[in-house]
């Protein structure tokens, strides 16, 4: 499927803080932009951002440990917040050459583990992208409801209906059904992740994470139809951390990487170039 979609050679980073290997994908030369998911994703969510950007910086996509292409077996163990962030110090260890700038981009989920990463390896990242984070400073992480109502389907063994819900909450009502083949294949092979994620504590975003991502050249990016609590999220934020930049992604919802690439793309250019100034 990786090659199908892709058409890049799936790596390993060896698992020197994380618990097992790593998978990513890579293309480019320059500067590296490490892409981290969020929920029911994987390496494969950035599909138009790894050939698109190549020729800008070296972009590479991980999995997290837990999603396509972990075995399902190991998901359980694999699946946590602290184990997570191991796993980006293990893709940027194995990915990195001297002088070499990194920035840091997380996605939902994938903003609130790299504003953590951020909190316990302050010095190893240039600069950090946050795109619809899914948290709101002190405020506990996504309703619980929904989370919890989704993973109940799953492991009842309704998986298209809970991956409804779940997907219904994040993006807006029908986005499900109207997702495309390939992001729907993604998300089935995802769709375990929901069971380990509802039972995961994850840590409130704090004030020892902002003043970790206020010592870095930080982007915000929203879509302009986000649903409301990423877009407070993104204003708490920001004024939380008045320096950082903001982008607003037109005719874009929460995937605005997938909805509209070309402006999400000309967002993370034009904030990269800036930074290597």
């Known amino acids: 499927m990786i090659n199908e ?14 618990q097992h290997d790593v998978y990513y994908a890579k293309q480019g030369q320059g500067d590296l932009l490490l892409l ?14 790894l050939s698109k950007l190549a020729p800008s910086m070296q972009v590479v996509s991980l999995s997290l440990p837990g999603y396509w ?17 191991a796993a980006i110090a293990d893709v940027i260890q194995a990915v990195r050459q001297p002088q070499q700038k990194v920035h840091l981009l997380g996605h939902s989920r994938g903003a609130h583990v790299v504003s953590h990463y951020l909190q ?34 799953i492991a009842a063994g309704d998986e298209m209906e809970g991956l409804n819900v779940f997907i219904d909450a994040v993006s807006g009502p029908s986005t499900w059904s109207q997702m495309v083949g390939w992001f729907k294949t993604m998300v089935q092979d995802n769709a375990h992740t929901l069971i380990a994620q509802s039972r995961e504590t994850m840590p409130i975003v704090g004030q020892a994470h902002i003043d970790a991502l206020k010592q870095l050249p930080a982007l915000l990016i929203s879509g302009e ?23 607003v992604i037109p005719k874009a919802s929460h995937g605005m990487n997938l909805a509209n690439p070309k402006a999400f793309n000309q967002a ?6 800036m930074t290597r100034a």
């Not at 890049?8 to 803080?17: E, G, N, V």
């Open 5 to 18: 979609l892709l058409q890049l050679k799936l790596h390993q980073a060896p698992a020197l803080h994380s």
């Open 36 to 49: 981290v998911h969020g929920s029911l994703c994987d390496l494969r969510y950035w599909r138009w951002q």
């Open 225 to 247: 139809h986000s649903p409301t609590r990423y877009k407070q999220s993104l204003q708490a934020l920001q004024s939380a951390v008045p320096d950082a930049q903001v982008a």
């Open 69 to 85: 292409p972990s075995e399902p077996l190991y998901m359980a163990y694999d699946f946590n917040i602290d184990n997570h962030c």
């Open 120 to 153: 316990q390896h302050p010095h190893t990242v240039d600069s950090v992208i946050l795109a619809d984070p899914a948290f709101i400073l002190n405020l506990p992480p996504m309703p619980l409801s929904v989370l919890d109502q989704a993973a109940t389907l």
């Open 268 to 273: 993370v250019i034009a904030f990269t170039q």
